[in-house]
């Protein structure tokens, strides 16, 4: 999974060549790994897929949960503000998010532009986050496919119509940014509620609450379309639809802060340090 994350995201062509496509060897590929079973315990999963910014795959357990892998840090900051949620104020239609962290001194290098000025290629890096969630029946990809279409094409015209794009965002102050993402979030709320109304979709209705449930806890979302929605059955009869994809979205200046998780270094490994047994420095580590 770590790999195929990498191999994903990352656009460090040296590595690239170095390690070839698959990344299977790339050092931090492996940290990553080690990262995930020594903090959430979790040593083998399924993938689930991956979109432009990152990559979910299920654990094995019996009524597993996902972790995910992402560059976009407004989705761990988005996380965080959900960790740190009380349970009454939580979002029914938005899955339980069981952590979210940054990975610690980890980057990964995203995408680049060539300044003919200096002519220096300049790379954006990214960090990296961990999430860990409830596991939903994303909407089918077959069927399902009104429902997938109409909030695809809701979503894509709010975006639109408020420049809320990657490389537009990044030029903007953050204030900015989240003044688009509150006004965009509202009107996406109000399409939402015509569908509900003129055709009875309840995922629309739902969805429409999710985002209105965002909003009470400062985080302003929009990247609601089909790919990021799931359900659950909450009665024998009905479902519940709640979204499971909460990146490119905005919090507050005064939400708490993620925080960072890395290696755990175990007492044999302290032992193991190469310096042992060998004359050092008293300032030297050992
Ligand atoms: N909580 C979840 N439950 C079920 N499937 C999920 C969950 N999170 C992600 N997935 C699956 O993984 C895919 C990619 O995850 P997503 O969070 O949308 O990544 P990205 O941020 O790259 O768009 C989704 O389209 C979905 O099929
Ligand atoms: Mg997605």
Same mark, same amino acid.
Request: hydrophobic share 40%.
């Given at each position: ?98 952590? $979210? ?56 015209? =709010? ?15 953050? *204030? ?47 990247? =609601?379309?089909? $790919? ?39 007492? $044999?490994? *302290?032992?193991? $340090? ?8 008293? *300032?030297?580590?050992?």
């Amino acid at each position: 999974m770590t790999s195929a994350f990498l191999a994903h995201v990352d656009r460090d062509e040296d590595i690239e060549r170095e390690y070839g496509p698959g990344y299977e060897d790339e050092p931090r590929a492996k940290t990553l790994a080690r990262i995930i079973e020594e903090n959430l315990g979790v040593h083998e999963v399924r993938i689930l897929g991956g979109g432009s910014f990152g990559i979910a795959a299920a654990t094995a357990e019996e009524g597993g949960d996902v972790i995910k892998l992402t560059i976009d840090a407004s989705e761990v900051e988005t996380g965080t503000v959900l960790t740190n949620a009380s349970p009454e104020s939580y979002p029914a239609n938005v899955v339980h998010l069981q952590g $979210a962290w940054y990975v610690r001194k980890l980057r990964v290098l995203g995408d680049s532009w060539f300044d003919p000025k200096t002519e220096i290629w300049h790379y954006a890096k990214h960090r990296v986050g961990l999430l860990r969630m409830e596991r939903v029946n994303p909407l089918d990809r077959f069927g399902d496919t009104d429902v997938r279409a109409g909030l695809r094409e809701y979503v894509a015209y =709010v975006k639109h119509e408020y420049g809320l794009w990657p490389h537009v965002i990044r030029k903007i102050s953050r *204030a900015k940014a989240r003044d688009k993402f509150l006004h965009a979030s509202i009107a996406l709320e109000r399409l939402l509620m015509f569908v509900w109304e003129e055709r009875h979709e309840q995922v629309a209705r739902d969805i429409a609450r999710a985002l209105g449930q965002l909003r009470a806890l400062g985080i302003y979302a929009v990247d =609601v379309h089909g $790919a990021n929605v799931g359900w659950l059955p909450s009665s024998p009869e009905a479902e519940i639809y709640k979204v499971f994809d909460i990146g490119m979205s905005s919090v507050g200046p005064g939400a708490p802060k993620p925080t960072e998780i890395g290696r755990k270094r175990t007492d $044999a490994e *302290a032992y193991e $340090a190469p310096v042992l047994g060998r004359p050092v420095k008293v *300032a030297e580590l050992g």
